[in-house]
């Protein structure tokens, strides 16, 4: 079992917290009259730094990781690189609302920047819950223990400094896995599943969401083509898309959705489905009986 820190954190007091994701009354406002999301995108364009990691052309491409480079401009980069990902992190957060239980803890397993937290966090209305919120990269704690200082709910986090391949699930009523599994070795991915389940209390979920390949080569060439429109259409150009990728590949590899649901009945979950699929990037959810 690999060492690893947590530490527990303070709230303090804020009218809301400008973070991308919108927080998950963001589905809200789509549906209610609310200003904030509105307002958060023209905060975005002024005050979110904007990713030019890979915009030089001369610059080298070394293979992707989560420094401080990369949490700096995190916010720009998977608004503008994963689609749905707003929708996946607000739903995560109403599912959390749904499956939390009195006393039970709360997984948020490669938490980056704490959106996925900080919805869970704003839904949950069961007593006594924590929210362990788990990534292995400083530099995105560090930024995700500002925001999460600044939000105004009262439920418990614990950020933990660890590989989520070693960090024990205890007691858990929701784990969320969004885009975290595809950076874990093929070898370790069966390992990981087999823990959240029985960390899990029964009735408990998991929400996980992944990048996806197609099992028909044409249609996951037509999904790889529409996301790399996605992404011009966000501003990326044709050299950053290409040097992102090169930087990508090894690091992040994708499976099929029908390896995802055998590798879930395989560590014992009952039911396992997609309930949101934009291009290639899914997301699952899979319940303990």
Known sequence: MGAFHAVSVTVKK?????????????????????????SEQQARAVSEPRDTLFADPLGETNPFRFDAEVARVFPDMIRRSVPGYTTVVSMSGL????????????????????????????NIRAADCCIIAVDN????????????????????????????????????SVVVLNFTLQFIPLAQRADV????????????????????????????????????????????????????????????????????????RLAGFDSCDVWFQCFNFASLIALKA
């Open 14 to 38: 804020s009218p809301h917290v400008i973070i991308y994701p919108c927080p998950d009354n963001a589905f809200r406002v789509r549906t209610r009259v609310n200003p904030l999301c509105r």
């Open 95 to 122: 599912l959390a609302g749904r499956y939390a239980t009195a006393g039970s803890n709360l997984y948020d397993l490669g938490c980056s920047l704490g959106a996925s937290t900080l919805a869970m966090r704003q």
């Open 193 to 264: 599943m087999q823990r959240i389940y029985r960390g899990l209390r029964p009735g408990g979920i998991l929400v996980l969401s992944e990048k996806v390949t197609i099992a028909d080569p044409q249609l996951d060439a037509l999904n790889i083509d529409l996301h790399h429109q996605f992404k011009r259409e966000h501003g990326y150009s044709d050299l950053e898309i290409a040097r992102k990728r090169n930087a990508i590949d090894n690091v992040l590899i994708p499976e099929t959705l029908d390896v995802h649901r055998e590798r879930a």
């Open 137 to 172: 990269a400083a530099a995105m704690l560090d930024r995700c223990r500002s925001v999460i200082d600044s939000d105004t709910h009262d439920t418990r986090v614990e950020l933990v400094q660890a590989d989520i391949a070693d960090i024990p699930i205890v007691d858990a």
